[in-house]
């Protein structure tokens, strides 16, 4: 048990340090919830003026709650922000990386508003075009493209290829000459940089599937090699550091590093590299220990690192992208939840713990499992005056590590029946979520202005049941 | 990096400890592949007489092959095992844990052989009842079930219902009182005692969401409030004490403090409990580290266990039964994989690791990522005389944790188009299977007598956009 203050007070305080007891449970933390979540009149939560007493009852729960306005708002403060910070050079676009959460609507609202799009596989490709995204705007990623992807984007004529490795080289060429077309690419350094939270490793080597290694030489191998494919367009080069990050330190050394691969090809093969894809893996906010920054700070703090070494390696700033996935559609989404079972466990001495069950788990958000994520959560359907009670929300999954929320505090007479919202859970829960225990999928439903539409339904038992043809 | 003497010997071996330098790379490890996997006469990996490269070419890759006769003879083997180590006192039934891997054959096979069948939710009981599985050999499991769930599992007849805590055993028996039926239960306790791999742990508390805890009394107080219940028929108590158990370590303590609880209900409440399931978590090989032992050791040191158990406490030797499922269906499968990226990684000084991209990966076994499992793969479509390499097996996701293999030696010449089989897959990867960046899910086929057949049919697109609605 971890000293805490709040424990000396509180009795049975089973809280990890970075918890604190909460003033009031009630609260909607700021910087949790999207724009349009807000305690209504009678303090149940509504979402762009829909309350979850009614989402849950048209919908069910589980149910992903998105608030479509929110997305958008970030869609574009990311587009407005990088497009500001290097108006007076080349200019910056965003791409929106679709890998977080994906379906025909977001890729719509990506279009409207103005960002390009990313995609990884010919799934998502399919479903950016089935959404008449244009595919000059698709960049296409991945480590182990098939064939078979990169025919398929190449005959969308998507605005790029990122290649990541020395035979991707030689492949996207031929298949370019096979359909009789040129194809833009780009090429994906890695630079040795690791960012996440709030530190970087600056490492000298890099154990990673990802990318042409600069320090071993494989990434000028790959720009020799890209210039002289017959088929190939140079459209830049590409770095991708990390994920959750809060800050611009990483980015400080890959540009460098990844600038001074631009000088080197200047210098050596008299090629002007003219665009630099900086990635994405901006940071949210899952609970209380995350201090994302605004888009403008991440923005103006890149820009002035890129524009200095630019300066010092006398190039011209080139024009730049950006890739944010779960920082766009992260704090957009709460899930929401039906409690079931609670239990009061003891954990030894005074501490105890409320397991509160809930209707979903590790199938729709299995990244607490996954990278040991912690989340948080807010009674949801109502207020509460009970005293708050440190939590563990867990799943109906059969395993023991189904866990949702490892530590909040909700009311202490959560019942079931109560509804529960877990916040940010826009990114990568759907998109990696399971049938575990042949548990249905739940629906992705947008709320806008007081309305409900289903972005993507929720599965049946026919749905699961209908691959099962032995 | 590791001292490791095969790495002094060996120039740039980057291998863990426990990973030794093959003699010979192309061996099938004794152990670690399924009773009808062998190298055919050209060195291609053949199960059940069916050539690797003949699965790769009628169903593609990646795909899950089980080897059907391997499944049924270890589902079997725990029937018989079990059955006659407790056959001098009150006999031992054998429930299949269908988590670990369901579908319709499965359940059929199950049958046929004489098991019983656990479930843990209404997708598995439908995946049962639709197979013609007969409700009263079903045990319905979990931490969280909805009334829904009971009810349909009360209304199907099942054999019993594992009631997890206090409150439900008033909603079970409010159910039946509904339904005009009695509801057979057992009820699971929390033993405190935790088993993993070759170690347990006998902890006084119980930090997790299963169970009526033994120490706080829940139990006690469980076994009281069903007996008092108008519709409820004790059947008898549950007890699971972890997964990946190697040794019967566990299960000497478990038995000794759920035996207790049998004595104390008979002293205080004059009640019998003639009744006790044991649970599963029997462990696999999934590589050289692990060394499980045959169901006819475990069950003999388990029978040893429990009756000298009872005889201590003046008991008679209660009815037993267990719930094997990894044990089952986990090595019953290998996942055929095809090669495409392979990139040469250098890790500083003399080490480096090729990077192996096959065309699967998380979305199909997120054990790796999710329990840092360590998996082991085969050149499996020919044999090479070539030096082994250590490599690492990666998957197509967009993500540097999407890894499938951590460690492994496969012979340095592995190029585009191998196959790669990945062995003991069979549970918990095809039930924990997501469609992460729109993938969609490999198809299980059944190898038998040199004849495939498919169990679960590959997604198409149209399956994964179907969903998509908005």
């Keep these: 048990m971890r000293a805490h203050e709040a424990g000396a007070l509180h009795g049975n305080d089973a809280a990890p340090t970075w918890l ?10 700021d910087g949790l919830w999207s724009r349009g979540t807000a305690r209504a009149a009678d303090g149940a939560v509504e979402v762009a003026g829909v309350d979850v007493r009614r989402i849950a009852e ?13 997305f958008r708002h970030r869609a574009r403060a990311f587009r407005d922000a990088f497009g500001e910070a290097f108006r007076d050079h080349a200019g910056a676009d965003v791409y929106y990386a679709g890998k977080a959460f ?3 609507a977001v890729a719509r609202w990506v279009e409207e508003d103005g960002l390009g799009l990313d995609v990884c596989t010919g799934g998502e490709l399919a479903v950016a075009l089935r959404a008449g995204f244009p595919a000059e705007r698709i960049a296409l990623h991945g480590n182990n493209k098939s064939d078979a992807e990169i025919r398929r984007a190449l005959e969308a004529g998507v605005g790029r290829i990122v290649i990541d490795s020395l035979g991707e080289i030689d492949r996207v060429d031929a298949i370019a000459q096979q359909l009789d077309l040129r194809a833009s690419v780009m090429l994906r350094v890695t630079t040795g940089v690791e960012a996440h939270t709030h530190e970087f490793i ?6 990673q599937k990802f990318g042409l290694s600069l320090t071993a030489g494989d990434a000028f191998e790959a720009v020799r ?14 770095s991708h550091i990390g994920s959750q990050i809060f800050d611009t330190g990483g980015f400080e050394v890959a540009a460098r590093r990844i600038l001074r691969l631009v000088a080197q090809v200047r210098d050596e093969l008299g090629y002007t590299i003219d665009q630099l894809d900086l990635g994405g893996g901006f940071g949210v906010m899952y609970n209380t220990q995350h201090t994302p920054q605004t ?19 006398e190039l011209e700033v080139p024009h730049l992208s950006f890739e944010p996935g779960r920082a766009i559609a992260g704090p957009s989404t709460q899930t929401l939840y039906t409690v079931g079972t609670i239990k009061d466990v003891r954990l030894g001495g005074p501490h105890h713990r409320l397991y509160v069950s809930v209707d979903g788990g590790m199938s729709d958000n299995v990244r607490t499992a996954l990278y040991d994520a912690d989340y948080s959560c807010l009674l949801s359907g ?8 440190v939590v563990r929300v867990v799943g109906k999954h059969c395993e023991s590590g189904d866990i949702v929320v490892k530590d909040e505090y909700l009311p202490g007479d959560v019942r079931p029946g109560d509804l529960v919202s877990v916040p940010v859970t826009g990114a990568y829960c759907y998109s990696l ?7 249905p999928r739940p629906p992705v439903v947008a709320v806008k202005d007081g309305e409900i539409r289903t972005l993507i339904r929720r599965e049946t038992e026919e749905d699961l049941l209908g691959l099962d043809v032995g």
């Design 20 to 29: 604190p007891y909460p003033a009031d449970v009630n609260t909607l933390i």
């Design 58 to 70: 048209e919908v069910g729960t589980p149910a992903f709650v998105l608030d479509e306005d929110d």
């Design 102 to 104: 994906l379906c025909g």
């Design 202 to 207: 600056a490492t000298a080597h890099e154990d």
């Design 225 to 238: 090699r890209t210039l002289s494919a017959s088929r190939l367009d140079l459209v830049g080069l590409h």
């Design 295 to 313: 888009p403008e700070v991440l923005a103006a703090g890149i820009a002035e690192i890129v524009v200095r070494q630019s300066r010092e390696l």
């Design 382 to 389: 109502r207020v509460s005056e009970a005293a708050p009670e």
């Design 433 to 439: 979520a399971s049938n575990y225990n042949h548990v």
